[in-house]
């Protein structure tokens, strides 16, 4: 029996990066080799502390039963320190945070949550694929607002001011800024938080990546009042090597956070204690944690600095997370060009710009999230007997 799919997936294609998968597995089995360097999954591991309290916690037989639904105490408040230490954002752990199975989960939960059938959104362009398909599963539409270079890759308050902004309900932002790496500038937040209040619009801030290669981690949480207006999603995956730990979580006022435990709570039974309970170690290691991070993931990043030369792509030193965003030479129409030329051509993936949306079509981004003799095999097989040349003249 046929079965027609429900129509809340029309114009839901499959997630990019699961068809790319699909098709290096198919290059692989056909002895490409690919070395991927397109997904942000880190490859290091969690601090071993971390990883003996889970194997502790696990082995005792008290801990295997269905959890809170608001998670465990230990965690919430431990992210609460996090919080105050880190970022300076005085949190209650018993009403003002939701521990989440990673934020992913959280973008979908916020959604549902809060938007009916249209309901308008405002997303980033270029920006996180998710957030506009969580807008459309939840019967939202997407109102794109499109980021550039030239603007320091930040909202054009004035643009958006006039535009029709009735109906908008959510806007989706993120700093450190995903695809491009951007930081905040100094009065971004303030911005961001004045613009929600004076439209009634709810600020949603996602941000796992203000630990990686930043000094000076910051949450809109920090911004006076903010809590009137912000969701703040945060996450383990990137800070503290736990991407498939699945552990994330919403950080904002308690009718905020009881709004959306409405939803969540029909949608799953709580985490594993024993992963509450590690992320709760995570969450309390030092500096020297994220010094020792960030040390790889610098010389990394020299070593994509130098691929991304051999293309004669062009790029900011400036940028921070775990992906360097570069714009394509003249050469090629667009980063889906690129990307698809240096896939065939030299077994080598790097993300095309334009999966973030049509203002990132000019633009590839690469991914820290590999050794470097990953990174030095890619430039060797890239430059290697001229093929640079081959690169940006042959065809597909």
Known sequence: MKLEKAKRLSGIGEYYFSQKL????????????????????????????????????AAKPNVHAYQSYKGSVVLRTAIAKWYADWYQVNLNPDTEILPLIGSKEGIMHICMTYLNEGDRVLIPNPGYPTYSSAVKLAGGIPEYFELTEENGWEPDFDALEATDLSGVKIMWVNYPQMPTGKLPSAHLFEKLVAFGQKHSILICHDNP?????????????????????????????KSQNMAGWRVGMICASSDKINDILTFKSNMDSGMFLPLQLAAAKA??????WYDSVNAIYRERREKVFSLLDVLNCTYSKDQVGMFVWAKIPADFKDGFELSDRVLYNNNVFITPGGIFGSAGNGYVRVSLCGSIQKFEEAIGRISHGGHQKRIINSSI
Not at 37 to 54: N, R, Y
Request: aromatic share 2%; net charge negative.
């Open 209 to 237: 990546y203000s630990f990686i290669l930043n000094d000076h981690p910051q949450s809109l949480l920090s911004v006076a009042g903010a809590k009137e207006v912000v969701i703040e999603l945060n996450s383990l995956s």
């Open 283 to 288: 969450l309390g290691l030092g500096k020297d």
């Open 22 to 57: 699909r098709e290096i597995e198919t290059l692989n089995k056909a002895g490409k080799n690919i070395i991927n360097l397109g997904i942000g999954s880190p490859d290091l591991p969690p601090h071993p502390s971390v990883i003996e309290v889970l194997q502790q916690e």
